[in-house]
């Protein structure tokens, strides 16, 4: 039976959709077998400077426990600093700050709103620590982050960035338990990722840099409000290296709503195509490896077919409603009730490639969970994040190529 034009692309999608799967399986095994190898402990020797800058607006609520988590840490206090910058808030986060001013760790400055990247400038202009660290104000620091990090440059001195895990901060609804499944699984997916040299993020909760790299290649950008893709993607640009540290965690506050939640990736996504488009002479360069040749790619391959899936899922909702009707008109509604034959049983390749897909998707998120220290027996947030991934992620994406297309700005908050 000749395929149709509909079968044909949902095929192509799960073929690529599996093949990404596998890929980052196979990818992640050989650097865990590699690993294995390996039973030196790496051990600090000389503590190097580090100050984690802090950018604020309208921060009340969380403010304090991000500063208390950045002095908590595990690290020495005299090698450690804490920058704290509002940018014009209207609420109370200016006066938490200055009620740690008495630290001789804390400096804190204050500017008139002009935007998170601004705000992050004009720290790094009053910081000369060896490694600077952007934590956002929403976001808790585990103890050991900056040590693992720090561990992560002194093995590797040619990496300028290292990023960490970020999970999800206390989950209390079934938004936020969907997306703790998918920030789980991006543990695992960043991981394999950075051992290609494929990361394109160096993300806001917590990100480590050595000083100079502002020196080589600028400070931050507004960058479409997406400073972490682009200050990323320009570093990389530039011929250095980013790694990623995944015994490095950080927990951050997730929108509680899906309308929330909607903005939020409306404004990664959208700053996604545009940074991409900007740096679109990346895609395919042999000089940037899993960069230009799999994370990009297949992220853009990924965004496109999404509305392809949107339209062939509503085709087949009509095609079936339609022959549904048909059915029942000519032969009534006892035409409905299934005759069990086992000789006529049949399972479809379109069936077994979907659950195939569905089970790598899950094994994703549990390798990822392992990775977080998270309890394994947990199945309702995996579902949910599936289930937010089928119905509400493709009006997002659909919604960013609008923008994307329109340059409609997106915001900060």
């Not at 650097?31 to 190097?48: A, R």
């Not at 609520?61 to 209207?90: C, R």
């Not at 290296?241 to 309308?259: A, E, F, H, Q, R």
Request: aromatic letters at 12%; charged letters at 20%; proline letters at 3%.
């Amino acid at each position: 039976m000749a395929l149709g034009v509909a079968d044909i692309i949902f095929y192509s999608i799960l073929f690529f959709s599996l093949y990404v799967q596998v890929f980052l399986l196979i990818t992640y095994i050989e650097g865990k077998s590699s690993k294995l190898k390996s039973t030196e402990k790496n051990k600090i020797s000389v503590y190097p400077t580090a100050a984690v800058l802090v950018p604020c607006w309208n921060e009340e609520a969380t403010v304090q426990g991000t500063i208390e988590s950045i002095l908590a840490m595990n690290y020495p206090k005299d090698k450690l600093s804490v920058v704290l910058i509002d940018d014009g808030s209207k609420d109370n986060t200016l006066e938490i700050m200055r009620s740690y001013e008495s630290n001789a760790q804390v400096k804190v400055l204050s500017q008139k709103n002009q935007g998170k990247h601004v705000a992050l400038n004009f720290a790094i202009e009053n910081t000369h620590t060896d490694f600077i660290a952007t934590l956002d104000a929403d976001s808790f620091i585990d103890s050991e982050a900056l040590m693992n990090v720090v561990s992560v440059f002194d093995e590797n001195p040619e990496l300028q960035s290292v990023a960490s895990s970020i999970l999800i901060h206390k989950p209390k609804n079934l938004v936020q338990f969907a997306q703790k499944a998918e920030y789980e699984m991006s543990v695992y997916v960043k991981d394999v990722l950075a051992r290609i040299g494929g990361l394109h993020v160096t993300p806001g909760p917590f990100s480590v840099f050595r000083r100079d790299i502002f020196d080589k290649v600028g400070m931050y950008k507004k960058a479409h409000n997406t400073e972490d893709i682009e200050i990323a993607l320009r570093i990389q640009k530039a011929g250095y290296k980013i790694g990623y540290c995944s015994n490095s965690y950080v927990y951050t506050v997730s929108p509680d709503t899906i309308l929330k939640l909607f903005k939020q990736r409306i404004r990664w996504t959208y700053g996604f195509f545009k940074n991409l488009n900007d740096y679109r002479g990346m895609i395919f360069n042999k000089n940037y490896s899993g960069l230009a040749f799999f994370t990009l790619p297949a992220s853009i391959v990924a965004l496109t077919i999404i509305p392809f899936v949107l339209a062939f899922v509503f085709y087949n909702i009509g095609v079936s409603a339609a022959n549904l009707y048909i059915k029942v008109s000519a032969a009534g509604i006892d035409s409905l009730i299934p005759a069990f034959d086992s000789f006529n049983l049949y399972i479809s390749t379109k069936t077994i490639i979907l659950v195939l897909l569905y089970l790598s998707v899950l094994g994703a998120v549990m390798i990822g969970r392992h990775m977080s220290r998270e309890k394994l027996n947990s199945w309702k947030d995996i579902l949910l994040m599936i289930l937010v991934s089928a119905t509400v992620a493709p009006v997002w994406v659909i919604k960013s190529m609008v923008d994307a297309a329109r340059s409609h700005q997106s915001e900060w908050k």
